[in-house]
């Protein structure tokens, strides 16, 4: 299999990181439940906007909207009170005992882009599966036309597929890179008038990165980015944020505008940026050459950040296999849901992005966890200050598999000291309000689309609960089981069967397998 170090940091153009996977299929009959008319029938709530649960309560969808949401009763007693009424062609679906959830965001997820022929449908199912029904497409790898497609084919519920909101990297799809103000703003304008939107930056000079910004925002473009170490001493994540930046994606630039006692990161004299086990391994020892959490220099970053309503979106998970090699490679899921083509993209190469483990030691796992506390602790911070803080997976790189690594994601920022309703505001309401779409979904609210997922269980006890391996627990019986929670997952009203959409992607592995 071929494989690709993405240069879009050295030129800042664009060039296709892996031949795309076959197309999404159109959606089959029997693939999602529909109705005109839907309630489901007394669940627990969780909003998504803060509140704690709530119920038994009743809730009614029609054609799509979430219409009514209606308290019942009471937890553990009958229900008395009057239900909305079940009419003609309505239908109906028991979940008495379970948890509903606004559908969760993935403010990073790509659809395709690291190894070689990725099937949509993989991608889409385990998404869904984990009750992902938006993702914030970042960079679209596959090309603009492609994400563009598969777009509009989901906005129609044409595919199984989440909502997507495509963002193009800079200076994709032109003829050479941006080099002027002018061109930058020409490329802004065209990727506005094909669909787009909004834009991934890797870096740039500070003008022109001025001049995109403000015309992405003339445009009504969401921004975001990777401040790659190439380009970081021109624009760290604070002068990003100046210059109109509202959104940042991992970490890389926030260490560089805490620096105090420097200006540029402190690389060893033998670091070459394109040998990725340099990369990698010097980047987990960043956070400490930062300033001290609660410092004056820490304080002034983060409330400029936040006054110029900044959004983090951190991916603790996909950095995951830096501080821990061993849990990430032998990982339950690999066996059923990772695709032969992504496992051996993940495995040491010098020529693969992500695939840095040439000589990995105990010592750089140590850094890593030291940079995850120093990390961690600033996220916090930044939330408690009232910071808007996101959630996103970055899957498909560093052994991390569509789906499973944004749960990941939601137990990593637990660990980062969040309370399990703030993780659960994080996955949903903060990430609609980063994308503009905070009025149609985010949170279970009368007049929202019915994004939601359906848990057998209560996921702010264990977000394990969420996996579709399941919770590895022990039964009524002291028996081993693994418990499957995730029931349902809706988008625009319609009721796929997530255990239905994991046994799909199991399919689609064994097959690839077959093929080998």
């Not at 909101?165 to 080099?179: A, L, T």
């Not at 660990?415 to 309703?421: K, V």
Request: glycine share 10%.
């Amino acid at each position: 299999m071929k494989k690709f170090i993405l240069a879009l940091c050295i030129t800042l153009s664009f060039q296709a990181a892996a031949t795309p996977g076959s197309k999404a299929p159109d959606r089959k009959a029997g693939e999602g439940m529909e109705a005109s008319r839907l309630i489901l029938r007394g669940g627990n709530i969780i909003s998504g906007e803060g509140a704690p649960p709530q119920g038994p309560v009743d809730i009614v969808i029609e054609n799509g909207k979430i219409t009514q949401i209606v308290s019942v009763g009471h937890p553990g007693v009958p229900i008395k009170y009057s239900r909305p009424e079940l009419k003609s062609g309505d239908k109906e679906i028991d979940i008495q005992g379970q948890y509903v959830l606004p559908g969760f965001i993935d403010m990073h997820g790509h659809i395709g882009g690291s190894a070689d022929n990725i099937p949509a449908e993989y991608v889409f199912k385990l998404w869904l599966a984990h009750g992902i029904t938006t993702i914030r497409e970042p960079g679209s790898f596959n090309g603009a036309d492609w994400v563009l497609e598969h777009q509009a084919r989901s906005d129609k519920n044409e595919i199984v597929a989440p909502r997507i909101v495509p963002y193009v990297g800079f200076g994709m799809g032109g003829d050479q890179p941006v080099s002027t103000e002018k061109q930058a703003r020409i490329w802004v304008k065209d990727i506005a008038r094909k669909g787009a939107k909004g834009i991934k930056f890797f870096g740039a000079s500070p003008k022109i990165m001025a001049a995109a910004l403000d015309e992405a925002k003339k445009q009504g473009l969401g921004t975001m980015m990777h401040h790659a170490q190439l380009n970081v001493m021109g624009t760290n994540a604070l002068d990003s944020a100046r210059l109109g930046l509202t959104s940042m994606e991992h970490w890389y630039g926030l260490p560089e505008a805490l620096f105090e006692d420097k200006v540029i990161q402190d690389y060893p004299s033998h670091y070459n940026y394109n040998d990725e086990q340099h990369r990698f391994s010097e980047s987990g020892k960043l956070w400490l050459q930062a300033a001290a959490p609660g410092s004056e220099k820490w304080q002034q970053v983060r409330d400029e950040l936040i006054d110029l309503d900044f959004t983090i979106d951190p991916t603790l998970t996909i950095y995951e296999a830096s501080r821990d090699l061993m849990r990430e490679r032998q990982a339950v899921w690999h066996d059923d849901y990772t695709l032969p083509v992504l496992w051996e993209f993940f495995e040491p190469s010098r020529y693969a992005h992500g695939s840095y483990w040439f000589n990995w030691t105990t010592q750089d796992e140590i850094n890593w966890r030291n940079n995850y506390r120093r990390w961690m602790t600033f996220l916090n911070d930044y939330k408690n200050h009232g910071g808007r803080v996101t959630t996103g997976s970055d899957a498909g790189y560093i052994y991390k598999i569509y789906g499973f690594a944004y749960i990941r994601e939601l137990e990593l920022l637990q660990e980062a000291g969040f309370h399990p309703l703030e993780v659960i505001q994080a996955a949903t309401l903060n990430g609609a309000e980063a994308l503009g779409l905070d009025d149609k979904i985010g949170s279970l609210a009368v007049g929202k689309n019915a994004d939601m997922v359906v848990v057998d269980g209560n996921p702010l006890e264990n977000f394990k609960l969420l996996y579709g391996t399941g919770h590895f627990q022990l039964d009524e019986n002291n028996e081993p089981v693994r418990k499957k929670a995730v029931r349902y997952t809706i988008k625009d009203g319609i009721v796929y069967d997530a255990q239905q959409l994991l046994e799909d992607v199991r399919r689609l592995v064994k097959e690839a397998k077959a093929e080998l």
